[in-house]
C-alpha cells in the first residue's frame, strides 16, 4: 500500500481560499497512492483559535467540495484532514473528512479531546462522541486527531473497532515535538498497528509547527519522517503485517483491564 502525507505549510500571509486551490492541486499530484492524508485545520491552523467562528464551515462547504473533487481528480482515498465545522444546531467542531477515491464521503470524525485546558480549542468547540473506523480495501484505517494521541484508550477502542491503520492529522506545535515522535511511536507498539501521523509546517498565530509527519510500523519503527517544512512523505507500506505482528507477539490477547467490569 502507497500512502502519501502532504505536510502543508499554514502561514498568514496566504489566504485560506488561496491556501484551499493549492491543496486542491496537490492531492491529484499524488495519483499513484493508495491513500492521501492531509493535517489537522489547515484552512485555519489549529492554534489561530480567533479564526476558528469566522473560518467555519457547514460539513459540506467549500473544503468538502473542492477535496472531493480532488480525491476523484487523482482516484484515491483522501484524509482531507480538519475543518472547523459549524453544525446548524449546535457548536462548532473539529472534524475530519475521508474521501474514497470517486470523492463520496466515507467517513466524518469529529474530534474527541480538545485542546487548551479551559481555554482556546477546548472552550470554542464541541467534542465528539463517537468512534470511527473506515473499511479501505487494504486495511481499516482508525481515526483521532491531533490532542486524541495522548489518549491511549481511543485507539484501543479503535483495535476494537476493528483498526489495523492509525491515521492521526495534527497541528503539533514544534515545543513539544518529541512528544509527538515518542506518542506517535508509542500508539504503533501498544495496539500493533501502523500510525501515520500528518503534521503541519508554518506558524499558527505565532506557534511554529512541529512538522515531522512520521510513519510507524507495528514493531514501532520509523518507516519515514519528514523534516520541518512544507513537503510531502510518501511510503510504501504492508498491512498485512499488522495481522503477522498480532499473531506473533500476541500481546493484544493478553489484555485484561478495559475487557470487563471490575470485581467488587
Known amino acids: 500500500m502507497r500512502a502519501s502525507l502532504i505536510q ?91 474521501f474514497s477515491p470517486s470523492g463520496d464521503l466515507a467517513a466524518a470524525y469529529r474530534k474527541i479531546h480538545r485542546f487548551g485546558f479551559d481555554k482556546g480549542e477546548a472552550v470554542l468547540m464541541g467534542a465528539g462522541r463517537d468512534l470511527v473506523a ?13 490532542y486524541d494521541l495522548r489518549f491511549p484508550e481511543l485507539f484501543r477502542a479503535l483495535v476494537d473497532a476493528g483498526a489495523e ?39 499558527h498565530a505565532g506557534v511554529p509547527q512541529a512538522g515531522h509527519s512520521i510513519v510507524v510500523d507495528p514493531w514501532g519503527e520509523v518507516l519515514a519522517e519528514a523534516g520541518a517544512g512544507e513537503e510531502v512523505l510518501t511510503v510504501e507500506f504492508d498491512p498485512a503485517r499488522v495481522g503477522v505482528t498480532r499473531e506473533q507477539f500476541p500481546a493484544l490477547k493478553d489484555r485484561v483491564l478495559g475487557l470487563e467490569p471490575p470485581r467488587r
Open 134 to 146: 473506515v473499511r479501505l480495501p487494504e486495511t481499516t484505517v482508525g481515526l483521532a486527531t491531533c
Open 8 to 98: 502543508i505549510a499554514v502561514n498568514e500571509d496566504e489566504s485560506v481560499e488561496d491556501r484551499r486551490l493549492r491543496v486542491a492541486a496537490l492531492v491529484p499530484e499524488q495519483a499513484g497512492s493508495d491513500l492521501v492524508v492531509l493535517p489537522e485545520l489547515w484552512t485555519t491552523g489549529a492554534f489561530a483559535f480567533e479564526e476558528f467562528a469566522r473560518r467555519a464551515e457547514p460539513l459540506e462547504g467549500p473544503t468538502y467540495e473542492a477535496m472531493a473533487k480532488a480525491a476523484s481528480d487523482a482516484g484515491v482515498w483522501l484524509h482531507a484532514g480538519s475543518i472547523p465545522e459549524r453544525d446548524p444546531e449546535g457548536p462548532l467542531y473539529n472534524t475530519s473528512l475521508v
Open 165 to 203: 491503520t492509525l491515521v492521526i492529522p495534527a497541528g503539533w506545535p514544534e515545543r513539544r515535538r518529541a512528544h509527538w515522535t515518542l506518542l506517535a511511536r508509542a500508539r504503533a507498539v501498544e495496539n500493533q498497528a501502523f500510525v501515520l501521523a500528518c503534521g503541519t509546517a508554518g506558524t
